[in-house]
């Protein structure tokens, strides 16, 4: 067996009032990253602000990270950070603020580096040159806060490229489930089930190890438990704290093993057509995972140890209670015209089956196995 490796923060942050390990910090600056509003609205970034202030550092905002953070976004996102130079970036929001953050991190440190520079996994050069990272979630979902991975979308050309580096790896992570109770319910479903796709996709990875099993199938077990209940109540405390921590569970898992297919075809039909990731995720998860059954025990073994019949209708089940539909034509978050979707199927496979999260999925999935599990989550058809 070939030498392995297992990252993680250095400082996981987790529980109520969680946040207020902001005001232990030492530093002088640092840059506060979001997305939207939301963190705004519901006071996190002034009480982060103001946090920061208690520990004697300096702040600015960088905001207005779209829900797929694109390539213009984090060059300029590097640019304002080289122009008050922050020795700590304070990234909260979702997964979206996370991700760009990271690579925000890589152009401040290292300017006169292109994007393309850093596509291929391993060409990631060095961070923690000028500063370090702080990731904190507003979702349960993404867990973008513990792992190596960020999503990027080329806005041109239509393409979303996770980027891969251990240097990503945020040093310290906070949990703190006050931020995820205040996501409305169908957010609450979408990130909920990112969440079951990690977890399955790591145990079932060609790369997971028994370091990273126990992680995605406690997770598993968390989400199997709590995410219906989140989503029935969002301020159920109970349920929001053991969501956050299995969000971050299988993001330990899947950023040591990686992930398969479901992410691969995620990726790509999201670039295409704007859908939610998480939403792509769950609607995909069942066709893959009767695919994939072929190629892998896994699936087996992850049914004994969570006590359920069948892992794919786990999730059919899962999404019918979380009010996710359960193929693309049937989906309203976006419009899957069937016209676009015939156009746009060869590209978006060719460009599915060379992502990176494809190299660990079981098996040797090929171009037309891929076309056909988009056709299958399209249509609603059955995986032979």
Not at 2 to 10: A, K
Not at 48 to 57: F, T
Not at 163 to 184: E, H, K, R, W
Not at 223 to 248: C, F, Q, W
Request: with cysteine.
């Amino acid at each position: 067996m070939s030498i392995m490796n297992f990252s993680v923060p250095r400082e996981i942050i987790y529980g109520e009032n969680a946040l207020d390990h902001l005001a232990k910090l030492k530093g002088k600056k640092a840059a506060i990253v979001t997305g939207g509003s939301s963190m705004k609205r519901f006071g996190f970034l002034d009480k982060s602000a103001a946090l920061l202030k208690k520990a004697g550092i300096e702040s600015i905002i960088i905001d207005g990270v779209e829900p797929n953070p694109s390539v213009k976004t984090v060059i300029e996102g590097g640019k304002k950070m080289a122009e008050f130079e922050p020795d700590w970036i304070v990234a909260i929001g979702g997964g979206s603020a996370l991700d760009a953050a990271k690579v925000m991190w890589c152009f401040y440190e290292h300017p006169a580096i292109d994007f393309t520079d850093i596509i291929t996994p391993g060409s990631m050069p060095s961070l923690r040159n000028k500063a370090k990272l702080i990731c904190i979630p507003s979702t349960s979902g993404t867990a973008s806060e513990i792992t190596a991975f960020s999503v990027i979308t080329d806005t041109k050309n239509h393409i979303k490229y996770p980027i891969v580096a251990a240097d990503m790896v945020p040093d310290i992570a906070i949990l703190d489930p006050a931020l995820p109770a205040c996501m409305p319910p169908h957010i609450t479903a979408n990130t909920g089930m990112d969440v079951f796709a990690h977890a399955i996709e790591a145990f079932a990875s060609t790369a997971a190890t028994s370091f990273t099993d126990p992680y995605a199938i406690e997770a598993l077990r968390l989400v199997i438990k709590y995410l219906p209940r989140a989503y029935a109540d969002g301020k159920d405390m109970e349920a929001r704290t053991h969501m956050h921590n299995a969000s971050t569970l299988a993001g330990m898992a899947f950023t040591n093993a990686s992930l398969g297919l479901v992410h691969s075809l995620a990726h790509k039909i999201g670039g295409e057509f704007g859908v939610t990731h998480g939403l792509a995720n769950a609607i995909l998860m069942p066709y893959i995972i009767d695919f994939n059954r072929k190629y892998s025990s896994k699936y087996e073994l992850a049914e004994k140890r969570l006590g359920v019949a069948d892992i794919a209708e786990q999730v059919r089940e899962l999404n019918k209670k979380l009010d996710i539909p359960l193929t693309f034509k049937d989906c309203t978050e976006v419009d899957f015209n069937e016209a676009k979707f015939k156009k746009v199927l060869d590209r978006m496979s060719e460009n599915a089956h060379g992502d990176p999260c494809t190299l660990t999925n079981p098996g040797n999935p090929t171009v037309a196995d891929v076309k056909m599990i988009y056709e299958a989550a399209y249509y609603g058809k059955k995986i032979s």
